[in-house]
């Protein structure tokens, strides 16, 4: 395994609340695998990045649970052991590609300091192999486009520069939170693509954080749905979006209008988020789950194989045999 | 039957000193009454602007918009026609209500517009009440601050301010782009269950096309300021004829399809 994340909790403390963001979370991604993490706002997909990154802010806490890379334990590394790790080993793309790059720093300069600083070669050097990884990203004359600023380009064309300057060190692991949001449905497409070929050519692992289960099922091979904090459901994009078996799942799917027939109305989920500060004892879906049953309330459950025997496909819910 | 709105020859040119933009440029299209009409296209299509000509917030450069057969346009000025008559729901339920006024301020503000005897028989407490229960809101979030409310709770403010007058047209613009897909469901069935009551007619403006199929009777879709197809949604997605429409439905994630394959 690359990456593995064992009873992974986080706590963010504030002056008069404690707020339990992630709680209990496992999850694995082997060498040269897309990993889709799936959730709504609020489901701790996001923290979870940022605890592998060691980029979490000073007043959260990790209260249990490890974060282990190649082997090594991700939350025993000092400052500096990070930063040669971060970019290097471990690769980020952010959604929003405006503020992830240097506003008044040329591209081809951007892209020029991170080699530099990962690899001993010089800057001159470095700066040719920043030119070479944006033709390696599609971008067409990538000496012209070396030599702008990121206001310049457009949006599609600033996330290649953003998805080349994560794979220029280049990374084991790329960890890619909501990379296409923000992009149009053509440009999405091509950006998903080309983060395809990276990994399949250079044997990168991509941790790919979205809400949006269409992109998943394009380009995941295996999925974890969070839902508040918590991993409810796990398994191969098949088995996830063919036979979901959480509630929450199941629920997350019937909501697309993509399916639905005209006229009739989506599934949408009642209630509202639980409040994390105070976490149910059972399920912590159980208060919007359509069919739970009074153990539901009473007890936490964990994950166990969805149906019997099945080693990928894995399913935190009391009811899951039902 | 006569179309509610028409849309004819209908341009808009942005001009900043010598440098000359053209957001639209020669669309036509009408809605019938009780209709909901998609607009479809990606940022930058024009899709926005149409929005905008058609509810008076930014007069057209050539070409007439008509609504009810009265032309909306002299000019650079707008023909209100009937006050509250038209109403829009916006993309961003963050910033598209005012954070130092209080939900029902929020709401009645629409009111404003309608003369003084209307305004009152509108208004009245327990229409106001039952509005916001219809919108899924409870009494008691009246004397609160949009800052209270979640992303879903807040478009529902947006469309209850939308529908306090009693209009017949809405044009909704992305009224679900920034809500999750849980929420967006919600919000989704709510629109369907308001235009069935009401008898609303609604001009739809979103970039998702799976939304635009599942919400819209008839579409067009805009590239680079012109519609490139217009027609009935079943008919586009299913027969579509236009290259750039082709291209936008393959390029749509689809979540039964088998994943591309990646060791090509």
Known sequence: MLLEIHNLSVEFESMQDRVKALQAVSFSIDEGEIVGIVGESGSGKSVTALSILGLLEKNAHISTGSISYKGKNLLSL???????????????????????????????????????RHRSISYKEAYRQAVASLAEVQINDPELVARKYPFELSGGMRQRVVIALAMSAPPDLLIADEPTTALDVTIQH????????????????????????????QVCQRVVVMYAGEV???????????????????????????????????LAIPGESPDLRNRPDGCVFAPRCSCSLP??????????????????????????NQ | MNPLLAVNGVSK??????????????VDFAITRGETFGLIGESGSGKSTLGKMVTGLEPPTSGTITYEGNSLWNGNRFNRLKPGEMQIVFQDPQSSLDPRMRVQAIITE???????????????????????????????HLNRYPHEFSGGQRQRIAI???????????????????????VQANVLNLLQELKRERNLTYLFISHNMAVIRYMCDRMAVMQKGRIVEIGHVNDIFVNPVDSYTKTLLSSLPQLHEKKEDIHV
Not at chain 2, 160 to 182: C, G, H, K, M, N
């Open chain 2, 13 to 26: 040119e942005y001009t900043k000193g010598n440098h000359r933009f053209q957001a639209v440029s020669g």
């Open chain 1, 232 to 266: 409810v459901e796990t398994g191969t994009t098949q088995e996830v979006l063919h036979s979901p078996c959480h509630p929450y799942t199941k629920a997350l799917i019937g909501a697309l209008p993509d399916l639905a027939e005209q006229g009739q109305p989506l």
């Open chain 1, 190 to 217: 091509e950006v998903l693509k080309l983060m395809q070929e990276l990994a399949q050519k250079r044997g990168t692992s991509i941790m790919l954080i979205t809400h949006d289960l269409g992109v998943v099922a």
């Open chain 2, 160 to 182: 209850a301010r939308a529908l306090i007058t009693d209009p017949s047209f809405v044009v909704l613009d992305e009224p679900t782009s920034a809500l999750d897909v849980s």
């Open chain 1, 295 to 320: 153990i539901c309330r009473e007890d936490h459950p964990v994950l166990e194989p969805a149906v019997s025997g099945s080693l990928t496909h894995q399913v935190s819910c009391w009811g899951r």
């Open chain 1, 78 to 116: 000092s400052k500096k052991d990070w930063q040669s790790l971060r970019g290097k080993e471990i690769g980020m793309v952010f959604q929003e590609p405006m503020t992830a790059l240097h506003p008044t720093m040329r591209i081809g300069d951007q892209l020029a300091e991170v080699i530099h």
């Open chain 2, 110 to 140: 629409p009111l404003l517009a309608l003369p003084a005897a209307e305004r009152k028989e509108k208004g009245s407490k327990e229409r106001l009440l039952a509005l916001i229960t219809r919108v899924g809101l409870k009494p008691d």
